[in-house]
T-cell receptor, first 112, second 113 residues
Framework: EAQVTQNPRYLITVTGKKLTVTCSQN?????MSWYRQDPGLGLRQIYY???????DKGDVPEGYKVSRKEKRNFPLILESPSPNQTSLYFC???????????FGNGTRLTVT | AQSVAQPEDQVNVAEGNPLTVKCTYS??????LFWYVQYPNRGLQFLLK??????LVKGSYGFEAEFNKSQTSFHLKKPSALVSDSALYFC???????????FGKGTTLSVSS
């Protein structure tokens, strides 16, 4: 089954404790991206990757890092999480940047 | 500046009635537009897209959308709503660099039986 898999689904952590949210896709997509969803704000892009080893900032990249060492994986790293990063995070992939996105089921992160 | 607006936070319709979820956009050049649906505790699912061509676009689950260039709108429609259509709907626009989707704030559709 074609899918984007994110883990974990739920995560509660404390300020400053480094964490990684994993994302993997099995569709051989070139493009991958991370979004955060906040009430009343819709979804905003954090980072994106057009291909392996090519990543770039989206609209809200502060406090986040990503890497794209393999085509299928695109982890999101929070080196020092803060409460304002409490949000619902989505990983997505597509054939290219203007193709329909396939979304994972989301990771709900709470930083206390 | 590129932007997407969904003017209604919530739309309420009765089952069997037609539904419309509104979306307007702002972009210089030709827009690439999408509609997505989000069910509780799930990721967004693609419904339909407009790239070019026919102004009436048909998508999944009986949904369609009407592109209107003069009004810069891309409204989502369905002739007969189902209770199972109740969900959060997002309109989105591809940015000019082709690297991201710009999303509206979302519209909650509630279909009553």
């Amino acid at each position: 089954e074609a899918q984007v898999t994110q883990n974990p689904r739920y995560l509660i952590t404390v300020t400053g404790k480094k964490l990684t949210v994993t994302c993997s896709q099995n569709m051989n997509h070139e493009y991958m991206s991370w979004y955060r969803q906040d009430p009343g704000l819709g979804l905003r892009q954090i980072y994106y990757s057009m291909n392996v080893e090519v990543t770039d900032k989206g609209d809200v990249p502060e406090g986040y890092k990503v890497s794209r060492k393999e085509k299928r994986n695109f982890p999101l790293i929070l080196e020092s999480p803060s409460p304002n990063q409490t949000s619902l995070y989505f990983c997505a992939s597509s054939l290219q940047g203007n193709s329909p996105l396939h979304f994972g089921n989301g990771t709900r992160l709470t930083v206390t | 500046a590129q932007s997407v607006a969904q003017p209604e936070d919530q739309v309420n319709v009765a089952e069997g009635n037609p539904l419309t979820v509104k979306c307007t956009y702002s972009v210089s050049g030709n827009p690439y537009l999408f509609w997505y649906v989000q069910y509780p505790n799930r990721g967004l699912q693609f419904l339909l897209k407009y790239i070019t061509g026919d102004n009436l676009v048909k998508g999944s689950y009986g949904f369609e959308a009407e592109f209107n260039k003069s009004q810069t709108s891309f409204h989502l429609k369905k002739p007969s709503a189902l209770v199972s259509d109740s969900a959060l709907y997002f309109c989105a626009l591809v940015n000019q660099a082709g690297t991201a989707l710009i999303f509206g704030k979302g519209t909650t559709l509630s279909v009553s039986s």
